[in-house]
């Protein structure tokens, strides 16, 4: 059984980091895309941050530059670091597992999610 569990969502001000993890069991993140989906209130799921099995990453315009996806195979831990962050960056956020190598065969798995709120 795949479980995958966020944790390091918080509050903070204009400007400030945080760090998102994503620990799987169940699942190897070595061998398969994941990635960072966001929802803000009344929004639509927003695709934040991926990697694809050959390590390539890709980013949401909005994050560019700000956020860093990375993952620990040793550790089967998924991270999002998150700089310079803004009041739109506002967002329950949610890691996900792919179905298989590649981004676009679509996400199997999905954590609970941790809330992450920038003030202005």
């Known amino acids: 059984q795949v479980q995958l569990v966020e944790s390091g969502g918080g509050s903070v001000q204009a400007g400030g980091s945080l760090r998102l993890s994503c620990a799987a069991s169940?699942?190897?993140?070595?061998?398969?895309?994941v990635g960072w989906f966001r929802q803000a209130p009344g929004k639509e799921r927003e695709g934040v941050a991926f990697?694809?099995?050959?390590?390539?990453?890709s980013y949401v315009d909005s994050v560019k530059g700000r956020f860093t996806i990375s993952q620990d195979n040793a550790k089967n831990t998924l991270y999002l670091q998150m700089n310079s962050l803004k009041p739109e960056d506002t967002a329950m956020y949610y890691c996900?597992?792919?179905?298989?190598?590649?981004?676009?065969?679509?996400?199997?798995?999905w954590g609970q999610g941790t809330q992450v709120t920038v003030s202005s």
């Open positions: 996900a597992a792919g179905r298989g190598s590649w981004c676009y065969d679509g996400f199997a798995y």
């Open positions: 990697i694809d099995n050959d390590g390539s990453t």
């Open positions: 169940g699942y190897s993140y070595s061998r398969n895309c």
